[in-house]
């Protein structure tokens, strides 16, 4: 709603409101910037109840985010920091009689490199005897995949993207034999834990019953968050070098070539008015940290995780912090998801950029996926923004390795088809050879209006 983020409060989430926001915690955690920001509000003019079916008890008003992205997207280590902010945010609730009604990491979103818990009305007050119910959430779509990493060496991202619940705990019993009975947290919370669900299958609320008439302490609840807290700050996964996280070094640019591009990257950045910007495999990070102080966020995307990974964590280190990487492939990018396909939207239906970075990418996707050049170039025209885009001629070494494997097909993969591809989408500002004679950058902004954000 013109960039709004409201939120309805019914009755009893209006209560749990009332609750939350007398906590220590609360004012605790949002002065550190790890919940989203959140203040009272009236009723929007132009926004009815009506469609909802509620009785209106309060408005609140949050705080937006520059860009929203999914698990499925995120890297090993971002997955498990959204993992420990929930459950650091579970113990610290419990301590003054509140807690999680979910254990999703889809409550959690980047700021940055920073994450930020945004679903407010998911801190509720407890009830006693009750044990956690996010448990069960939160191991499907945080801890098994984080295992399934760790442990398997699996990418755990096709799984979520595969379904949106996570890894059933069925399903991740059949992937642990005995001898992973070691493993840190397989007994606890994949073996017991898929026995305790085939036991009681379908009798959940007789369950439930039978823990509360037997007094489950919110004691019984803290220790297994700190159990879950241990196992999942423990795991580990070393991303490996791949041919991406080495591509900067093995790209073999000509003399002069990596300075001159630096350059006319950095001068374009300087001089656009941007706020957020999107590099288009980004590897490991040079331009997105190139570009990161002339605006206020920038999105990092390669299909490559290990070298999400290693740019999440040298970002954790070195900052910049305004920088969030994501593993995306834009040759089978995110699309929408759940419900009708509106749960989750697609990549570009979550916001447009004002900059997008495109350097040594093209001829990646055009030879090396078989994406046909002016449907690419059509998409990038569709975001509506300044870009900054590298064509790589045929002479280069790197379009030389790809077409030897392959029969060329590719004849409309030239300078001239590119350039009038550009020009149907674009207005050409700026175009520089670098000195190698085989890379050729452009600068264009969108040529029609309804391209625009």
């Given amino acids: 709603m013109d960039g709004r983020i409201i939120r309805l409060l019914d009755g009893e989430a209006s209560q749990n409101w009332e609750a939350l926001r007398e906590t220590a915690f609360f004012a605790r955690w949002s002065e550190r910037g790890l919940l989203v920001g959140t203040d009272e509000t009236a009723l929007p003019d132009e926004l009815s109840p009506e469609p909802f079916g509620m009785?209106?008890?309060?408005?609140?008003?949050?705080?937006?985010?520059?860009?929203?992205?999914?698990?499925?997207?995120?890297?090993?280590?971002m997955l498990r920091a959204a993992a420990l902010l929930q459950l650091e945010l579970l113990l610290d609730a419990?301590?003054?009689?509140?807690?999680?009604?979910?254990?999703?990491?889809?409550?959690?979103?980047w700021r940055g490199v920073d994450p930020v818990f945004i679903d407010i009305p998911s801190i509720t007050r407890c009830e006693a005897g009750r044990p956690w119910a996010g448990?069960?959430?939160?191991?499907?779509?945080?801890?098994?995949?984080?295992?399934?990493?760790?442990?398997?060496?699996?990418?755990?991202?096709?799984?979520?993207?595969?379904?949106?619940?996570?890894?059933?705990?069925?399903?991740?019993?059949?992937?642990?034999?005995?001898?992973?009975?070691l493993k840190r947290g397989v007994i606890s919370h994949v073996i017991l834990q898929n026995w305790v669900s085939g036991r009681y299958a379908g009798r959940e609320e007789d369950t439930q019953t039978r823990v509360k008439n037997a007094g489950f302490s919110q004691e019984l609840?803290?220790?297994?968050?700190?159990?879950?807290?241990?196992?999942a700050d423990r795991l580990r996964w070393e991303a490996p070098r791949t041919a991406w996280t080495q591509y900067e070094s093995d790209c073999h640019y000509r003399s002069g070539d990596r300075e001159a591009k630096r350059q006319f990257v950095e001068d374009t950045a300087r001089n656009s008015?941007?706020?957020?910007?999107?590099?288009?495999?980004?590897?490991?990070?040079?331009?997105?940290?190139?570009?990161?102080?002339?605006?206020?966020?920038?999105?990092?995307?390669?299909?490559?995780?290990?070298?999400?990974?290693?740019?999440y964590q040298s970002l954790r280190t070195n900052g910049p912090r305004n920088i969030t990487p994501l593993v995306v492939d834009l040759a089978d990018p995110s699309p929408g998801l759940g419900w009708r396909g509106r749960e989750r939207s697609s990549l570009e239906g979550r916001g447009r950029p004002d900059l997008v970075l495109c350097l040594a990418l093209?001829?990646?996707?055009?030879?090396?996926?078989?994406?046909?050049?002016?449907s690419f170039v059509g998409w990038l025209g569709g975001l509506g923004a300044t870009v900054v885009i590298e064509f790589v001629d045929r002479g280069d070494p790197m379009v030389e390795r790809l077409l030897s494997a392959k029969d060329d097909h590719y004849h409309d993969y030239n300078l001239g088809e590119f350039q009038a591809n550009l020009e149907a989408c674009f207005r050409i500002v700026e175009r520089e050879t670098l000195p190698g004679g085989t890379r050729i950058l452009f600068r264009a902004e969108p040529r029609h209006e309804e391209g625009a954000r």
């Avoid at 979910?102 to 959690?108: A, K, R, S």
């Avoid at 984080?146 to 992937?175: C, H, K, N, S, T």
Wanted: glycine share 8%; hydrophobic share 40%.
């Fill in 55 to 77: 009785d209106v008890a309060r408005v609140l008003e949050h705080e937006p985010v520059d860009f929203v992205s999914y698990p499925y997207e995120w890297s090993f280590g």
């Fill in 94 to 109: 419990l301590d003054e009689g509140m807690t999680l009604k979910d254990g999703t990491p889809y409550n959690v979103q």
């Fill in 135 to 181: 448990y069960r959430q939160f191991c499907e779509l945080n801890l098994f995949p984080l295992m399934l990493q760790a442990y398997r060496g699996l990418d755990f991202q096709p799984w979520l993207r595969g379904r949106l619940e996570g890894i059933p705990v069925a399903q991740m019993r059949r992937l642990f034999g005995w001898r992973d009975c």
């Fill in 221 to 231: 609840v803290r220790a297994n968050a700190r159990r879950l807290r241990r196992t």
């Fill in 273 to 311: 008015n941007w706020r957020v910007a999107w590099d288009l495999g980004s590897n490991t990070g040079e331009y997105s940290r190139l570009v990161s102080p002339y605006g206020e966020s920038v999105v990092a995307m390669d299909s490559d995780g290990a070298a999400v990974e290693a740019l």
């Fill in 362 to 374: 093209i001829h990646h996707l055009v030879i090396g996926k078989h994406i046909p050049l002016p």
